[in-house]
């Protein structure tokens, strides 16, 4: 039933092999001081004992990475011998130090060799010469690998590309593939195949239309590397559960995706849960490796939203809505930035908070376990497809797809009944059926029925589902980093702060970040940005433009707010 299908080669990393009908694993990165040995096996433990089959730790430099040793001594001491892996950026020795050492090291192509320079072009010679010239600097990092069995993975990340790279495909999708793919080549060249290859963003749809593009390039030459899933600086609390859940969720419904890491800017252990969540909602095994084109109307590699009629505040370019029950609903208790659209009668209509009644039809298709649905449908009419949640949200995707098929334009809405479930399973299972759907632009509203949830929590939910798939936005959003051993100050406390005094604060989007190593070019089109700068220092960023650097981190919250309100942003809660 699934889209890609795609099964992957099995790769070794340690003891814990993955990719091909391995389960899938569960990884997450230290946030303490490399240096640090006994905070970071100590954190490596709570984060093994909470499920985390592989523990990433930072080397920003040669001695970082020379540490990695005492480290795993130490782990290994305590009795823990789960696969570690380096995370390199910029710095090809301590790659080669880390691969003698560990069990994988995390390369980012975007800036193994590449450095930026300020160019403007490449002629296609200069552009072969620098291949030439990265196949020269990753040769030696190869045969460590080669000898000590230690895997790699290659991760583009949307913000980290090359100028190389930038310069010929853009910070798209296509260059985060060919930025690895790349790599990948040369990897061959040299024949070493121990590889991993990711593609992150903060922004779930790039994340998924990326993947998924991999996936097809991959199918072309031939290729059947594992993928790690992950989408980037997805924040905190509610939001960067549901922002994981939103992207990580899709593509295990297509059947991409050997290993995980969810990276909220939390503890690295709280993390582990929600990525058994997403893989216990999403995640299954399918075999095949086989491209299902599901529908001429439609392209799994760019985002577009499907035409429909414009009824009342529902379809055409109008943002997806909200709808509730009214027979659960209290108007008293909901906060006005969160209020339904429509609220479903018991007479079986659809009216606003100020009574106004949907003239439309509306035209139920219930999908069973069993068969599918019969589809009669009038263009006039709105459409709710409702399923419940043992029912693969696939099924919906199918239902759209053959109303596109009929040239059908009817508005789309997805209704959900998540019954029994927890808080904690309803957001995660929420927000990755619904962004399967939301992510192709194919739906244009959402509808839960939850009887464990409270109504205001089903509210702010489907609006924080929404936000998170940049459907429609109704509060501020955050690019929060999950921090690791470059930070530098509390970045949760930083987070927390400047959520309180800002979520208000519609549509404008500010990027909290541990370092300006990566911070500044993956928070790229942020309108503020709060990045660790050394001890305790921030830089405070107006768009991607530094305003003032070296603040004492007790007073840069202020100083951010103090900049909003310059820019004359700020409203009064
Ligand atoms: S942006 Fe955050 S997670 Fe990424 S390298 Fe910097 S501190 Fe580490």
Redesign the pocket.
Known sequence: MAMFNFKSRVIHIGDIPLGGDNPIRIQSMTSTNTMDTKATVDQSIRMIEAGCEYVRI?APGVKEAENLANIKKELKKRGYTTPLIADI?YQPKAAEIAARIIEKVRINPGNYVDRKRGRINYSESEYLAELEKIKERIKPLINICKEHGTAIRIGSNHGSLSERILLKYGDTPAGMVESALEFVRICEELDYTNIVLSMKSSNVKVMVQANRLLVKKMMDEGMNYPIHLGVTEAGDAEDGRIKSAAGIGPLLMDGIGDTIRVSLTEDPEFEIPVGKRIVQSSGFRVLGSKFRVLSSEFSPFKYSRRKSNKLGLIGDNQPPVVIVDEKYFDEKLINESFKPDYLFTSDCKLKTFDSSYLNAEIELIKIKKDGNPVLINNNESLVVIESDQEIPIQKTKDVVLSLMDKKSLSPIILKRVCNGLTKDDFLIKAAADCSYLLVDGLIDGIWFEADNIDPKEICEISFGILQATGARISKAEFIA????G??QFRIQDALKKIKERTTHLKGIKIGV???S???PG?MADADYGYV?AGKSKITLYRSNRIVKQGINENEAVDELITLIKTDGKWIDK
């Open positions: 930072t950026h980093c999950p921090s690791c470059r930070t970040m541990g370092c190593v990566n911070g993956e660790g």
